[in-house]
């Protein structure tokens, strides 16, 4: 998976960080400081919920934090899979969210993909801001820095990093044509309605748009929930900066 996002032109350099659970409380991750394209398998590094090297010659990524904060608050995943697709990395630059109702597939498969405020990497604020919107989305743009997605495979996780990618290049050539046409009501429904034939959260946000004008379960319970006292102290800090 590590050399597909490489391949595909998600990561450069030495961008991006893949993990898995392998069970027993420890997690298989990628090294910091290598290539995704030119990884071997023991280049990777197994860690425990702490982030401590339980194997390993080399040192986990800097994102570690990242991983094993979503990790702690997602019990139902087992991978995920941090990267820059340039396309969607573009729309995070821009802040604009990829949360209309477009494509059946990215409802079904996804919904709403939201950006999460800008962190520096390898913080635990990063990994705090993050975890918040990941304990209700798959998916999640990163404001100024990339895209995250999380599954119940590596294969899956990394599949929603290329639907995210898929979809916000079909996005960036409508709004250059001028017009993005949303998917309404009872159609909607419909795709919502088919998640549960693919196996998918049935409730995770399916769009954030008042073009949609649907209503569902998910978009209901669409609130953050159990935010401590010292995160909205930190997203309160950032939006008084904004305004001066």
Known sequence: MCRRIYERGYVAANDGNVS?????????????????GFLQPGDLVVVDEDGNKVAGTRTASSEAKMHLTVY??????NAVVHAHPPTATGFAVAGIPLTKCVLPEVIISIGSIPIAEYAAPGTQQLADVVTSYLSRYDAVLLENHGAITVGDSITNAHFKMETIEHFAKIMFVAHQLGNVKSLKGQD???LVEQRKKYGVRPDAPVCESDECQVSTAATEKDQVKDVSPDFVEQITKQVIHKLK
Do not use: E, Y
Not at 20 to 32: C, D, K
Not at 72 to 77: E, G, L, S, V
């Open 20 to 36: 898995a659970r392998i069970g027993n409380g420890h997690f298989l991750m990628t090294p910091t400081g290598m290539s995704k």
């Open 72 to 77: 702690k608050q997602r019990p139902d995943i």
């Open 188 to 190: 909607v429904v419909d």
